[in-house]
């Protein structure tokens, strides 16, 4: 038996059997493009005939390229296996373990109420399957009766329609970073080609997305395609790649525009004659033509694991579209270290359109030109772990500071200091990327300097080591924070120096809310002007 199933495709077929087993019919999985799906629904297949009792498997697809390429992969896993295809004048179910059917076929009554004894369905790219075709179909073979249906996809926010009725649940899924961080996809990596004569405001949204014709007329019109030329040889002029785009025109235009600057170049298209678009596809396979243009005919079914560059030149607001479309470029081949994604945009936008980071379901902020998806991954992780630790740290100097019997204060940017007379004050010093702390003594003669054993110590013994400090140079009644003049009201001057120095002084505030803010003020100055020494 070849194509031995990667562990992650044991995984998801696993949670399918566990899913029926439990109850639910209409499961889905959700696996990254590249991660062989084809695959885990062969194996998939192979496994459940057994338990069948003698019924068989129903696998459906809409375009011929998934139909042909499930029925081989099927025979690859079990080359014993009886595989029939159900499509246009084939009807090869008779004697068949596993159909593979087309859903157009298959939605003509006749030729579905000819296939009986299925026991299990196989929605390949089952993001379309609440079209109403789909939907006549699943019915008819019992999906809603308690025959178990597994569905397949890259995505699932496609809107095709009402998606929630029916799937119950999506029982696996695999995200795009880790096929990339365990090796089975290659990492990506993204640059802008921005049009400046490209105003895509200016092209309308139906269905949630940019109407492929006005976008395809505002690519052709702005000079775009040009530019796309220009920004192939100028990134990608070694690299194997396919363009998207909207339409056939604007498909038979970039390709044209490629030709011209010397790259070859071919478009193909849904409705062109089947001959000619084998014949292009096997051309490119081949690599006597190194680009493919296409009007969305290669989002599905298309494998191609030399391709290394792919061009959005279908600006989108769809996440799962877009996908779709740079998906084609992340299978790794020999010789194939990265993709490379041209990002097709207009000068500005006020469309919300998908992007790199789209590639994952992760939040990881936003791309930067020249860096991988998994290095953007990777530095938002750590700057996460960064700000967790930061938030940890903050709680517990508040909790340690806010529990101490000495008035501790803090400056705007965030220095902790007690302040001990008008011409002294004491305060830390975080020591550079740690967690420790360092303490410092302010005086007007002789500026800051620190203990004759300057070590950085753990915030708690730093703060009782300045508090000790604090009760040996200063009264008792400067440094505590419950100091009885603190709950007076403010005074005279007080107020008067507030005044002048600009302070706010909220309604209700103490002599002690007052004074707190005069220090914070004054040491906040003082500290903002020096340049603290380095740390011994």
């Not at 070849?2 to 499961?27: H, K």
């Not at 498997?57 to 998934?66: D, G, P, S």
């Not at 478009?267 to 051309?283: N, S």
């Not at 740290?393 to 529990?403: Q, T």
Request: aromatic share 6%; hydrophobic share 45%; proline share 4%.
């Amino acid at each position: 038996m070849s194509f031995t199933p990667r562990p992650y495709q044991l995984e998801a077929i696993e949670a399918l059997r566990q899913g029926w087993a439990d109850g639910r019919t209409r499961l889905a999985v959700v696996l990254p493009t590249g991660a062989g799906k084809t695959v885990v629904f062969s194996h998939l297949a192979h496994q459940m005939l057994d338990s069948l009792g003698g019924r068989r498997v129903l696998v459906i697809a809409h375009r011929e390229e998934l139909i042909e390429q499930a029925a081989s992969k099927l025979l690859a896993v079990d080359p014993m296996l009886r595989v029939g295809i159900v499509k246009a004048q084939r009807d090869q179910h008779h004697d068949a373990d596993v159909i593979v059917a087309s859903v157009q076929t298959l939605a003509v009554p006749r030729r579905r109420e000819a296939i009986r004894d299925v026991g299990l369905i196989i929605v390949d790219e089952c993001h379309h399957a609440a079209a109403r075709s789909y939907m006549d179909v699943l019915a008819h073979f019992g999906a809603w009766d308690g025959t178990p249906v597994a569905g397949f996809t890259a995505t699932m926010t496609r809107t095709d329609g009402g998606l929630a009725e029916v799937w119950q649940d999506v029982v696996f899924r695999l995200d795009i970073l880790d096929m990339i961080s365990d090796g089975y996809l290659c990492d990506v990596r993204g640059k802008a080609i921005t049009v400046d004569t490209l105003d895509l405001n200016k092209v309308r949204t139906r269905g949630g997305d940019l109407v492929d014709g006005q976008l395809g007329k505002a690519l052709e019109e702005s000079g775009a395609l040009d530019a796309i030329a220009k920004a192939y040889v100028d990134h990608a002029s070694e690299r194997p790649g396919v363009v998207f785009t909207p339409t056939v025109a604007t498909a038979q235009a970039a390709a044209e525009s490629l030709r011209t600057v010397g790259i070859t170049a071919a478009p193909v298209w849904g409705d062109m004659a089947k001959e000619g678009r084998r014949d292009t596809l096997a051309r490119y396979q081949a690599g006597e033509i190194q680009v493919l243009t296409n009007a969305m005919l290669l989002t599905e079914g298309f494998d191609a694991p030399h391709t290394s560059c792919v061009v959005v030149a279908r600006p989108t607001k769809s996440p799962g579209l877009y996908v779709q479309m740079v998906g084609r470029g992340l299978r790794p081949a020999p010789g194939k270290t990265d993709a490379l994604l041209l990002d097709v945009m207009g000068a500005a936008s006020r469309h919300k359109l998908a992007s790199m980071v789209d590639l994952t379901a992760r939040e990881i902020g936003q791309a930067e030109e020249g860096k991988t998806l998994k290095q953007v991954a990777e530095e938002h992780v750590a700057s996460e772990k960064r700000r967790a630790l930061a938030a940890r740290v903050e709680a517990e100097e508040i909790n340690l500071f806010g529990s101490s019997a000495i008035r501790w204060l803090r400056t705007e940017d965030g220095t902790w200091f007690i302040r001990l007379t008008g011409a002294m004050f004491l305060f830390l010093v975080r020591d550079p990327g740690t967690r420790l702390y360092r303490m410092r003594r302010w005086t007007q003669t002789h500026g800051v300097h620190g203990p004759t054993e300057d070590v950085a110590r753990p915030l708690p013994e730093a703060l009782a080591w300045l508090e000790q400090q604090a009760k040996v140079l200063a009264p008792q009644a400067f440094v505590a924070r419950e100091a009885r003049w603190r709950r007076s009201q403010p005074s005279a001057k007080q107020l008067g120096l507030c005044r002048r120095l600009g302070i706010a002084v909220p309604r209700g505030s103490t002599a002690g809310d007052v004074a707190d803010l005069i220090d914070q003020g004054r040491v906040g100055q003082v500290l903002g002007q020096l340049i603290l020494p380095a740390a011994a």
